[in-house]
């Protein structure tokens, strides 16, 4: 069964509004499960095992639970102030991004930038970052000179679910593919 509505609900609350459904969640994005499970029920059907199944089946693997499963949150994307605690790690060489041909004149001038989240997401491969360029129409593909930028002093993060993060990547540091 796919629960493709209350995923991209679930999306919304963990990582932009958790006030949409009277939530809040804790300095690190995590919210209580049956705080959660409850606020969204008051919008569509929703329980416990759906929660579970969203989170098992997600192929982005975007939400973590904790150990006992009283907590959930999105392991990054957030547009809202949280800290995940991630811990700072070394990038391959080369990392890619994936974006809309619409978006070129503006990463040219300015690089990648966060705009409403709070970091730049890049892919370990360009197979993962044409699926994810691709969703914002005509595929603009870039390179990304990661090992440079590590070694420059910039701080790259590595998420739960394999998506690498940054602050911002400069011009410098960008090659059109």
């Known amino acids: 069964m796919s629960f493709e509505k209350e995923s991209k609900f679930l999306s919304l609350i963990l990582r932009h509004k958790p006030e949409v ?6 300095e690190h994005g995590w919210a209580d499960v049956q705080s959660l499970v409850s ?3 008051h919008f569509l059907p929703f329980n ?5 199944e969203i989170v098992r089946t997600d192929n982005k693997q975007r939400y973590v639970f904790n150990a006992d499963r009283t907590q959930i ?8 102030p949280v800290d995940v605690q991630l811990e700072i790690a070394t990038p391959p060489e080369y990392l890619w991004h994936g974006t809309g041909q619409k978006y070129v004149a503006s990463i040219d001038q300015q690089g990648l930038i966060p705009k ?3 970091y730049v997401h890049l892919s370990a491969d360009p197979e993962t970052a044409c ?9 603009a593909l870039y390179r990304i000179r990661s090992g440079a930028m590590s070694r420059s002093g910039y701080a790259f993060f590595r ?3 394999g998506i690498w993060l940054t602050k911002n990547v400069p011009v410098s540091f960008l090659e059109k593919q």
Do not use: P, Y
């Open 21 to 26: 459904i009277g939530i809040r969640l804790d």
């Open 39 to 41: 606020g969204m029920s």
């Open 48 to 52: 416990f095992n759906m929660l579970e």
């Open 73 to 80: 949150r999105a392991s990054q994307g957030h547009s809202i």
């Open 116 to 118: 409403s989240r709070l």
């Open 131 to 139: 699926m994810v360029g691709i969703r914002h129409g005509s595929l």
């Open 159 to 161: 998420s739960e679910n």
